[in-house]
């Protein structure tokens, strides 16, 4: 080897990339893009589905709670009603037997004027009936209403009625409410049949009578 010749230390080598002997590297695979809008569309569905459920649930439950409201109503009025006609038959059973107390002191009192004590304990018994419901009718000249009265007799006929009319009343009737507890003991006088006077058929008025003598007398001529 010559002085000329070069080294092998002075031979420069050539540069190698680093990566030269290494298989190229493979690109990534891209990552699939989410479905948002199909999971938003399911997930909105789901959501109105669960509205319709729940609304379903609360008509039921309302209806529920109309149909009870409407039954304790119902059932409300019909104790209110049932208690109510318990204490009318109670007040009537008690008073039933004092109308034969007030007969006698509408009798004492057709006799003569009630006066001390007498007059005192009567007044007072006619306001506490009145006060718990007791009414009395019946009076001379009432039309008669076989509802409320009870017909004794029948005593002729009255030209001042046009119909059938209480003229006596025996007893007076009384009611509580709309509930008859006793008629009206009454006499009764019925209005005078009216007359009718038979009225011909004389044809009509524009046609004159015929004088038969005188269309007599013009044929013998």
Do not use: W
């Not at 306001?127 to 017909?151: N, Q, Y």
């Not at 007799?153 to 009255?158: L, M, V, Y």
């Not at 007359?195 to 044929?219: C, I, K, L």
Request: proline share 8%; net charge negative; charged share 30%.
């Amino acid at each position: 080897m010559t002085d000329g010749d070069p080294k092998p230390d002075d031979v420069t080598p050539e540069e190698v990339p680093a990566d030269a002997g290494a298989s190229p590297a493979e690109d990534p695979a891209p990552e699939p893009a989410p479905e948002v809008g199909a999971e938003a569309e399911a997930d909105s569905i789901a959501e109105a589905d669960e509205l319709a459920v729940t609304k379903m649930a609360l008509e039921e439950r309302t209806l529920d709670l109309q149909r009870l409201q409407a039954e304790y109503v119902n059932y409300k009025r019909r104790v209110d009603r049932d208690r109510e006609l318990v204490r009318e038959n109670a007040t009537y059973a008690v008073l039933t037997p004092i109308i034969d107390v007030l007969d006698t002191i509408d009798r004492a009192r057709d006799h003569e004027p009630l006066e001390g004590g007498f007059k005192a304990v009567a007044d007072q018994l006619e306001r506490i009936v009145t006060g718990l419901g007791l009414v009395k009718f019946g009076a001379v000249g009432d039309p008669f209403d076989p509802t409320i009265h009870e017909a004794l007799s029948h005593i002729g006929t009255d030209p001042e009625v046009e119909v059938t009319t209480c003229k006596v009343v025996a007893k007076a009737g009384y009611k509580m409410g709309d509930r008859v507890v006793r008629a009206a003991q009454v006499l009764v006088v019925d209005p005078e049949p009216q007359a009718v006077e038979a009225v011909e058929a004389v044809g009509p008025q524009d046609e004159q009578p015929v004088d038969v003598e005188a269309s007599r007398s013009h044929g013998e001529e």
